[in-house]
């Protein structure tokens, strides 16, 4: 008999009555069971279908009749190439009632047990303990390239016993490394191409809600596509600048455009498809967009429940094109 | 720059139930098909992953797919009823799924554990591959421990989907929009499903409520709790699991956060407010995340059981909870429990948990003197 492989069939050739043959496919121990998959039955022998393709590397042991074999679908050698992008936010000073990481990766990644490889180093490089808010279910992006860190926010709002007994797990005036280990494997399963560290330095804590009014608009001219510029008072979330803002001419039609953000999030940019024309926009923003500890255009995230709330519902913010 | 004042937030927040949700109800429909139920059509649920299970109407399975952003309603066709009060087990249920699958264990990652309440056959939502091979599996385990995969082919089921409202206009350097909702959990309740999801940019809890049969609509609530561990400051934290369960004569949801507080809201407050505050009843005690939790009877008392990611299992009793005053002191302590007292019953590990029958709850342990990963049967009695 002749035996073959691909991750989407096992060929065995000169089996005699191949249509009386019996075929199965073991991965696991023989008293297991057979691997799910449709036999077809050919001219000179059989045919496996797996349910699910065979997984390069790992040996299936294929038997037909009373003859066995061991089949192993080869691993392409691949290359570590995937890296860690960018973390957000990119500044290295940060405040110590941080509260979210974004994780970029450069290539989509495995998921499960992520918190394994990252890691919190104090100065000294000893692991800050419990430092995350391990969710049960991992904060990915649907591409599996970005994953959201939360540091443990029990430990991040005043009067919360943890924060009380803990502490928050940024102290103010400390020096931090985030660490993400290589040995986190890629989509493909291969480890990072490098180790990742994000040095950074801890200030005080941001008790201020980041205010509209502050911001400075630089309007573009008409008749370009020139970005429109808004410079705000401090860093934003950097995932929520992605869709907090909304660009409207006089007659409240949606502008269409490109966004970026500069300047360790204090700068979005936005490039419209069209060139502007002479007159006012207004810039619509969405008041849950947060700055870097959680606070955000309506409320401290860890507002006293006992102060009334500002009551604003809707931000605008006007311009005008010359 | 101008406040304009407005009440944006309400046509926001319309406009986000509706952007939300649309419905797929037709593949295709086979003229001598049988009837079909609840607004489905026959074909094949393009599942992207298999997380939450749970079960509704008829034979109803709810599917929560978070990478699709999406939970199906699949009709099962298990309708045979087992009236028994038995145990089922199956022992290194990991390895047997991986040899099934045609993979190692790592490579299986067990997302969920639903029992159909007629046939008591127990349904698992399996990831096959943790990276770009990874495929969503649902497989059925029967009273005997034997596995199969549930077809999901030419089956009757509807969908609605639960993207995210689009980011009007504006394109970002990666092309578009990376908001992912994740569904923690899921439970049907008198004609709505409740959808409780975290989100991988806000920090917030939001609890959806599609009805059922899916139809075009999605509601939005978004919830808050006082923290137990103090009395004067707000979370939105993110809901783990929740439970329907009738508190003092009130629908209600039990609802368990991480770090670990429980608190309720009432169904009817779900319906008539969009913002609501929950009421904190116990704090489980810090470092630890509620994962499942199951209601069930004993000796006519009503209990709730809850599965713990770093605590034993616990129960506690609807009287108890009924009594249960709002929480607004703080724990002495990081550890500290307070509130609705819970029975620690001595098993750890558990991260699945369901009801199988009267007599007995079905579990997925991990056993920590050898390590293996096992589906269990644990008896009500002493619970």
Redesign the interface.
């Known amino acids: 008999m002749s035996w073959n492989a691909s991750a989407g069939t096992i060929d065995v050739r000169g089996v005699r009555h191949p249509a009386r043959a019996t075929l199965t496919?073991?991965?696991?121990?023989s008293d297991?069971?057979?691997?799910?998959?449709r036999v077809e039955i050919r001219d000179d022998g059989l045919a496996f279908h797996?349910?699910?393709?065979?997984?390069p590397g790992?040996a299936?042991r294929v038997r037909v009749n009373d003859a066995e074999n061991t089949i192993v679908v080869p691993k392409t050698a691949t290359e570590a190439t995937t890296h860690v992008a960018q973390v957000f936010p990119t500044a290295n000073e940060l405040p110590s009632n941080q509260?979210?990481f974004y994780l970029d990766f450069s290539a989509?990644?495995?998921?499960?047990d992520v918190y394994r490889h990252i890691h919190l180093l104090d100065e000294a490089g000893h692991e800050v303990p419990?430092a995350f808010?391990?969710?049960?279910?991992?904060?990915?992006?649907?591409?599996r390239q970005?994953f959201?860190l939360?540091l443990?926010?029990?430990r991040i709002?005043?009067?919360?016993?943890?924060n009380v007994?803990?502490g928050a797990p940024l102290r103010e005036g400390a020096r931090y490394r985030l660490v993400i280990d290589a040995d986190w494997?890629?989509?493909?399963?291969n480890p990072l191409r490098e180790r990742f560290s994000k040095p950074f330095v801890v200030v005080a804590a941001d008790r201020v809600m980041p205010a509209?009014?502050k911001?400075r608009?630089t309007a573009p001219s008409a008749r370009t596509a020139e970005p429109l510029r808004v410079t705000f008072d401090e860093s934003l979330?950097r995932?929520?600048l992605?869709?907090s803002?909304?660009?409207r001419d006089a007659r409240g039609e949606?502008?269409?455009?490109?966004?970026?953000v500069a300047s360790s999030e204090t700068e979005w940019l936005?490039r419209p498809r069209q060139p502007w024309r002479d007159g006012p926009y207004t810039i619509?923003v969405?008041?849950?967009l947060?700055d870097r500890a959680?606070n955000n255009l309506r409320r401290l995230?860890?507002?006293?429940?006992?102060t009334p709330r500002s009551?604003?519902?809707?931000?605008?913010?006007?311009f005008a094109v010359k | 720059?101008?406040?304009?004042?407005?009440?944006?937030?309400?046509t926001?927040v319309v406009a986000v139930a509706i952007a939300a949700a649309f419905v797929v109800n037709a593949a295709r429909t086979p003229p001598t098909a049988a009837p079909l139920i609840m607004g489905m059509a026959i074909g094949a649920p393009d599942l992207q992953s298999a997380?939450t299970l749970a079960f509704g109407p008829e034979n109803v399975l709810f599917i929560g797919d978070?990478?699709g952003?999406a939970v199906f309603a699949v009709d099962v066709k298990d309708a045979a009823k087992d009236a028994a009060a038995e145990p089922m087990a199956i022992k290194g249920i990991d390895?047997?799924i991986?040899?099934?699958?045609?993979?190692?264990p790592d490579?299986v990652?067990i997302n969920d554990v639903a029992v159909h309440p007629a046939s008591q056959n127990v349904y698992l939502a399996i990831s096959?591959g943790?990276?770009?091979?990874?495929?969503p599996?649902l497989l059925r385990a029967n009273r005997k421990g034997e596995?199969e995969?549930v077809a999901l082919q030419g089956v009757p089921f509807s969908k609605v989907t639960l993207a995210?409202p689009p980011?009007?206009?504006?394109?970002?350097?990666?092309g578009g929009?990376?908001?992912?909702m994740?569904?923690?959990d899921l439970a049907y309740v008198d004609g709505e499903l409740l959808i409780a999801g975290?989100?991988?940019?806000?920090?917030?809890s939001t609890l959806r409520r599609a009805p059922f049969p899916f139809q075009k609509d999605v509601a939005v609530n978004t919830l808050e709790i006082?923290?137990t561990?103090?009395n004067?400051?707000?979370?939105h934290?993110?809901i783990?699991s929740f439970l329907p369960f009738t508190i003092n004569g009130k629908p209600s949801l039990l609802a368990g956060y991480?770090?670990a507080p429980i608190a309720s809201f009432t169904l009817a407050d779900l319906k008539t407010k969009q913002h609501l505050r929950g009421t904190t009843l116990a704090e489980l005690g810090?470092?630890n995340?509620p994962?499942d939790m199951v209601a069930f009877a004993k000796e006519g008392q009503r209990r709730v059981l809850i599965a713990n990611?770093d605590r034993t299992l616990m129960s506690m009793s609807a009287q108890d909870i009924d009594k249960a005053t709002p929480m607004t002191k703080?724990?002495d302590?990081?550890y500290?429990s307070a509130g609705v007292p819970y029975l620690s019953i001595a098993e750890i590990g558990i991260t699945q948990l369901d009801n199988l029958n009267d007599k007995y709850v079905v579990v997925v342990q991990r056993d920590i003197d050898d390590g293996s990963l096992n589906l269990r049967s644990l008896s009500k009695n002493w619970m």
């Open positions: 496919v073991h991965s696991g121990p297991a069971l057979p691997m799910l998959g797996p349910r699910f393709p065979l997984v790992l299936y509260l979210k989509p990644m495995s998921t499960g419990r808010l391990q969710t049960a279910h991992e904060l990915w992006d649907w591409r970005r959201t939360i443990d926010p029990g709002k005043r009067g919360l016993r943890a007994e803990a494997r890629d989509g493909d399963g509209h009014r911001w608009v979330d995932a929520l992605d869709h803002l909304i660009v949606i502008i269409l455009g490109d966004i970026d936005f619509d969405d008041p849950r947060e959680g995230f860890d507002e006293d429940a006992t009551g604003v519902e809707v931000i605008q913010v006007h | 720059m101008k406040l304009a004042r407005k009440p944006w937030m309400i926001l997380g978070s990478q952003a390895v047997k991986a040899s099934l699958l045609g993979t190692t490579a990652v096959r943790r990276g770009n091979d990874a495929r599996v596995l995969e995210n980011a009007h206009g504006a394109k970002t350097k990666w929009d990376l908001r992912r994740t569904i923690t975290m989100s991988n940019t806000e920090f917030a006082f923290h561990s103090h004067k400051y707000e979370t934290s993110p783990e991480g770090c810090g470092g995340r994962l990611s703080p724990v302590a990081a500290v």
